[in-house]
Antibody
């Protein structure tokens, strides 16, 4: 059974920084692309970033380029999202998810809430 | 960016009835279309990929159809556990999601 432990969410002021993380179990973490998806209140999900199995390839949505960094530690089965220069519009629940080889996300975590507010 | 538009925004259905949800892409995504179910406080759940292939463990009452720009998700004989928000996602060109259809109890 695939399981996740997500952490790091919270309240941060505009311009601040925060790192969210998730630790997975129940599958071979090092064999999978991994993804961060966020969902702002009242909106549909938005793909944020993903990272290749060995960390050598990364993709970001335009709105977070230069501010967010995705990384992973395969020895710890863990995925990270470092967020800097946070904006009010970054307020969302952030989900980690496993990428299926075809491109969709087949298993998702329960999410961690990031609130950017003064 | 490919824009995904779902309709209706809310669908009121009685248990045991059929629900049909629609998803339209702003340009062709071939059949690179997935459907997810999302309940409050839970992880989103993959239902359908490849427009019509049920994911592992998904009951047969869920079916998907369509290709190109027009897609639909049908839920036959709605059960109490099916009341949730449903999202479509294209993964043909990057990945974008629709804004969701809430299926509520009538």
């Amino acid at each position: 059974e695939v399981q996740w432990v997500e952490s790091g969410g919270g309240l941060v002021q505009p311009g601040g920084s925060l790192t969210v993380s998730c630790t997975a179990s129940g599958f071979t973490f090092s064999n999978s692309w991994m993804t961060w998806v966020r969902q702002a209140p009242g909106k549909g999900p938005e793909f944020v970033a993903n990272i290749k199995q060995d960390g050598s390839g990364k993709n970001y949505v335009d709105s977070v380029k230069g501010r967010f960094t995705v990384s992973r530690d395969n020895a710890k089965n863990s995925l990270y999202l470092q967020m800097h220069s946070l904006r009010v519009e970054d307020t969302a629940v952030y989900y980690c998810a496993r990428d299926h080889v075809l491109g969709f996300q087949d298993f998702w975590g329960q999410g961690t809430l990031v609130t950017v507010s003064s | 960016e490919i824009v995904m538009t779902q309709s209706p925004g809310t669908l009121s259905v009685s248990p045991g009835e059929r629900a049909t949800l629609s998803c339209r892409a702003s340009q062709s995504v071939d059949n690179d279309l997935a459907w997810y179910q999302h309940k409050p406080g839970q992880a989103p759940r993959l239902l359908i990929y490849g427009a019509s292939t049920r994911a592992t463990g998904i009951p047969a009452r869920f079916s998907g159809s369509g290709s190109g720009t027009e897609f639909s998700l049908t839920i036959n004989s709605l059960q109490s556990e099916d009341f949730a928000v449903y999202y479509c996602q294209q993964y043909n060109n990057w990945r974008t999601f629709g804004q969701g259809t809430k299926v509520e109890i009538k």
